[in-house]
């Protein structure tokens, strides 16, 4: 059983950077795949980006890539994603999830993942 906690999430304006930050319970942290999801109001949830359970491994969605960076740190149980140059279509919440690392790479479709966060609001002032 993984429990996964987002934290970070706040209002901030075009462009600014912000860091969100997922932290995860239990001694099997470092066997799972970690993603970040995002979910704006009236759409469907959409995965931002991946990375594997060794860190070796990153993925981001196309409208991300170059923006945003994912990290993990095993010591701390937590994965990281630093959000530059925000734009007010990255308004949305944003939701981690844990993945076994055996499944399919990357891990784009919400149906692969094991365990899910609450989520943490980000709002992107234009």
């Known amino acids: 059983q993984v429990q996964l906690v987002e934290s970070g999430g706040g209002l901030v304006q075009t462009g600014a950077s912000l860091t969100l930050s997922c932290a995860a319970s239990?001694?099997?942290?470092?066997?799972?795949?970690m993603g970040w999801f995002r979910q704006a109001p009236g759409k469907e949830r959409e995965f931002v980006a991946a990375?594997?359970?060794?860190?070796?491994?990153?993925y981001y969605d196309v409208s991300v890539r170059g923006r945003f960076t994912i990290s993990r740190d095993s010591a701390k149980n937590t994965v990281y994603l630093q959000m530059n140059s925000l734009r007010h279509e990255d308004t949305a919440d944003y939701y981690c999830?844990?993945?076994?690392?055996?499944?399919?790479?990357?891990?784009?479709?919400?149906?692969?993942?094991?365990?899910w966060g609450q989520g943490t609001q980000v709002t992107v002032s234009s």
């Open positions: 999830a844990a993945q076994w690392r055996g499944k399919r790479w990357p891990p784009l479709d919400d149906y692969q993942y094991d365990y």
């Open positions: 239990g001694r099997t942290f470092s066997s799972y795949d």
């Open positions: 990375i594997a359970w060794n860190g070796l491994d990153t």
